[in-house]
């Protein structure tokens, strides 16, 4: 069985999520909202949450996967096809971060500009994570928490000093733009689709709901930290500003004998960035696998990264072209896919068919107290779900 | 997936992730690359540029203990400057990397018309840090790119030196890099300052009357700033020991000092005014993070000129601006703690060991000073249009629903309160 733990969720939330928004993202919400990008960032953070708690609520209603609830209530053809439809659409979600990543690494880390090659080990790694599937994201997780924590701690407080919080006044004035930079800014704000498919797949414990809720709101805390720096930092010229994480710690004049110092923080938060990247190619793989009737996760996870490869190398000279397409034409599939399908999941068939009869007058509670009988029941009936997968 | 696979992979990633990380595929042909550490930007003919690239060069460390030497190759008449580093990879058959370019000097006659028409392309290159330094110079900036310089043989390391932290932290020079001055530019004041460099022969530079004697010690009795009044800090007057600059009196060829103690006031791209070095001092004392600074004041004594060398720490400084009544009020509010480095006087061995303590009458005189020489920097400042003191940028951001009204007044309407208290050690 492919397991993550629920500390592994919550340091998803706390160390890898923020880390996506670091790059790119302050810029073009800079762009739209100008010194309203806390506000714009917020409303994108409140909607994620909203969804993210009506997911873990989920959670607590059933011990079926996704997969599950889907075969439930529309059938297994039906639910083989949406998996492929998620598969495809993690796949594309994957597609911006890596060439933001890729632009970030050869930008920063490069003198010159260096051949794509440099950037292939990326899918190596991706390879291996997707091959490996959800354990590696809860280590990956377990990893990233405490280089995040020092990396980001020491990023700000060089940053700190330079950062004029004046300059996100007025509060409010930017309208529209508010509005158009968390729709525009959608593309960054899947994280809240990732536990619709740890369901099943993780163990609740008492407390859960604060414990995710706390580490969500850390994340939260420092993406709103973080855009705030940026802004108190750069201003006007905010939206030139890209690859932010590594901009806004190089003006602190107290290394200035030492050299850029922060860069080592940087490589660091550079190294939790390739984690994240890896999620939602994991979870492409493992869609990919259940929509192809439970096969190993080898060959879609090596197609997967040779198509994500190609691409990279396709769309080599065109990120800019590639984010105005997705950030300003395909929001509604982010829409979608990240927010209103983890909210429609609440509708779908929570109990097993034939036995709607059986539970279906009793009391929620009591539905939770046969929920481990039911599994095991579940699986044995059901070789086809996660043993198979297993 | 067994565990040899797992292993095996382990370690592919591992390896993968060093490669990733170490720049293996990046490493620099330093014989095919140029790099540049200073660009130097003049106007020519027909609204062309001149653009002068000053290339580090590596020295072997046998001749001279791997001192860092340097190139200048000039580019004339580009219409960009894009193209003229377009044109330095044609005419020497390197390719420029602008990754260590920390200095842009702007020749003059780039500011008479817009200094961004030019400057904007290191602001657009994602391979310009936008932390490099930016000033305007006397003359032609090919020219002082040129000067003999008295500490190394890189010229932009010796300015560098000159427009460093610590000089900014005395007050003597102000300091500005790219991004500080884009920033003003494209906010709503459009107005920015950048220091002026000069290069001076160093014969020329123990002469305390020049620019060189920035750091406008607050002299004259209750009058003003005395002009001439040098002061040992760090800057650009070539005193021997100074950090900025100062020429070494050993050296048998003959080289240049920097002095970078004026500053030039923008608005909308174009100088306005230029601030003089001791402007400069009481502009970097009230609004640059300025740490210490030193100052003369002048009072009378028994019938005498006594003058007071004081050593300032700013404690507290702010601008606030409101608007009261429909007028608006523009705040200084500075605090600083003042103590006695030297006196022309001679004094007891009591009075000599109490240099903590100030009189009464010199800290209210060194107020008086600066609260005149400040209030002549924003008369200068205000006669241009240059919005030195961000009182614009302030009237947006905390008085918002007057910005529309107010924001074309501001600057000539502002009653202006100075609250400046120097204190010392009771």
């Excluded at chain 1, 060089?158 to 006044?169: G, K, T, V």
């Excluded at chain 2, 950048?194 to 004697?213: N, R, W, Y």
């Excluded at chain 2, 009237?395 to 100075?418: G, N």
Aim: a neutral charge.
């Amino acid at each position: 069985m492919d397991k993550i733990k629920l500390r592994q969720i919550c340091f998803l939330f706390a160390a890898l999520m923020p880390v996506t928004k670091m790059i790119i993202y302050p810029a073009t919400v800079s762009y739209y909202a100008k010194n309203d990008l806390l506000l714009s960032a917020a409303l994108n953070l409140l909607l994620m949450g909203a969804v993210l708690a009506l997911v873990l609520f989920l959670a607590y209603r059933t011990d079926m996967t996704f997969f599950d609830l889907l075969q439930n209530t529309f059938g297994r053809v039906a639910a083989r096809i949406i998996y492929g439809l998620f598969a495809l659409f993690f796949a594309f979600s994957a597609l911006l971060p890596l060439m933001e990543q890729k632009g970030f690494v050869t930008q920063i880390f490069y003198e010159n500009i260096p051949p794509v090659i440099a950037f292939a080990p990326f899918f190596g790694v991706s390879f291996f994570a997707c091959v490996k599937g959800f354990k590696t994201i809860g280590r990956a997780a377990d990893i990233a928490m405490p280089v995040f924590a020092v990396c980001f701690a020491v990023i700000i407080l060089l940053a700190l000093p330079e950062a004029d919080f004046s300059a996100l006044l007025p509060v409010g004035g930017g309208g529209e733009g508010i509005f158009r930079g968390s729709l525009y800014g959608l593309t960054w704000y899947t994280d809240c689709l990732y536990p619709l498919f740890f369901l099943g797949h993780f163990k609740r414990e008492k407390g859960a709901w604060w414990k995710v809720g706390i580490c969500y709101l850390v994340g939260a805390a420092a993406v709103l930290l973080f855009l705030g720096t940026f802004y108190g930092i750069f201003a006007d010229i905010a939206l030139r500003q890209q690859n932010a994480v590594a901009q806004i710690s190089k003006y602190t004049t107290a290394f200035t004998s030492l050299g850029r110092i922060d860069l080592l923080f940087i490589f660091a938060l550079a190294l939790v960035l390739v984690l994240s990247q890896c999620v939602p190619a994991q979870l492409s793989v493992h869609c990919a696998c259940r929509a192809l009737g439970d096969i190993g996760p080898l060959w879609p996870a090596a197609a997967l990264n040779i198509l994500l490869l190609g691409f990279t190398v396709f769309f080599k000279y065109s990120y800019l072209e590639l984010q105005t397409f997705f950030t300003q034409n395909l929001w509604f599939v982010f829409l979608i896919f990240s927010y209103v399908l983890p909210v429609s999941a609440h509708l779908l068939r929570k109990q097993e068919r034939g036995r709607q009869g059986k539970t279906g007058g009793q009391k929620h509670g009591a539905q939770c107290g046969n929920r481990g009988a039911r599994m095991k029941e579940t699986r044995k009936g059901d070789t086809t779900g996660e043993e198979r997968h297993e | 997936m067994n565990k040899f696979w797992s292993r095996i992979f382990l370690f592919a990633v591992a390896f993968l992730l060093l490669l990733f990380f170490s720049n293996d595929f990046g490493i620099v042909n330093i014989q095919k690359t140029a790099i540049v550490v200073a660009v130097g930007l003049d106007i020519a003919d027909g609204d062309k540029v001149d653009v002068t690239a000053q290339i580090a060069m590596p020295a072997s460390s046998n001749s001279g203990g791997g001192a860092e030497a340097s190139s200048n190759v000039s580019i004339h008449g580009a219409a960009t400057v894009g193209e003229a580093i377009a044109e330095l990879n044609r005419k020497t058959g390197w390719y420029p990397t602008l990754v260590h370019c920390r200095l842009v000097v702007l020749g003059e006659g780039t500011d008479s018309e817009d200094v961004f028409r030019f400057s904007d392309y290191f602001l657009r290159s994602e391979f310009v840090e936008d932390s490099c330094l930016l000033a305007m110079c006397e003359g032609r900036a090919e020219e002082l790119l040129r000067a003999k310089s008295s500490v190394g043989d890189m010229t932009s390391a010796a300015i560098a030196k000159v427009l460093s932290n610590e000089s900014q932290k005395t007050g003597t020079v102000c300091v500005v890099n790219l991004r500080d001055f884009a920033k003003g530019y494209y906010s709503v004041s459009g107005s920015g300052a950048l220091p002026v460099l000069s290069a001076k022969p160093e014969a020329e530079s123990g002469d305390s009357g020049g620019a060189g004697g920035a750091q406008g010690a607050f002299a004259g009795d209750c009058g003003g700033f005395a002009g001439s009044s040098a002061l040992p800090v760090q800057g650009s007057s070539g005193s021997g020991n100074s950090g900025a600059g100062g020429g070494k009196s050993g050296n048998q060829n003959k080289s240049d000092v920097f002095d970078a103690t004026k500053t030039a006031l923008f608005f909308g791209g174009k100088r306005t005014a230029l601030l003089e070095a001791e402007e400069t001092l009481a502009y970097n004392l009230a609004a640059s993070p300025t740490d210490f600074a030193y100052g003369d004041v002048t009072v009378t004594e028994n019938g005498k000129d006594v003058t007071y060398n004081l050593k300032m720490k700013i404690g507290k400084r702010s601008q606030d601006l409101t608007v009261e009544g429909g007028v608006p009020v523009f705040t200084f509010r500075i605090r600083a703690n003042a103590q006695v480095a030297d006196t022309n006087k001679s004094e007891t061995i009591e009075e000599v060991a109490k240099t903590t303590i100030v009189p009464e009458h010199v800290l209210r005189a060194a107020e008086e000073k600066f609260r005149q020489k400040l209030s002549a920097v924003l008369k200068k400042a205000n006669a241009g249009g240059c919005d030195l003191f961000e009182m614009k940028i302030k009237l947006y951001r905390f008085a918002r629903p007057y910005f529309d009204a107010l924001k074309d007044t501001v600057l000539q309407d502002a009653k202006v309160v100075y609250d400046i208290q120097f204190d010392t050690l009771k």
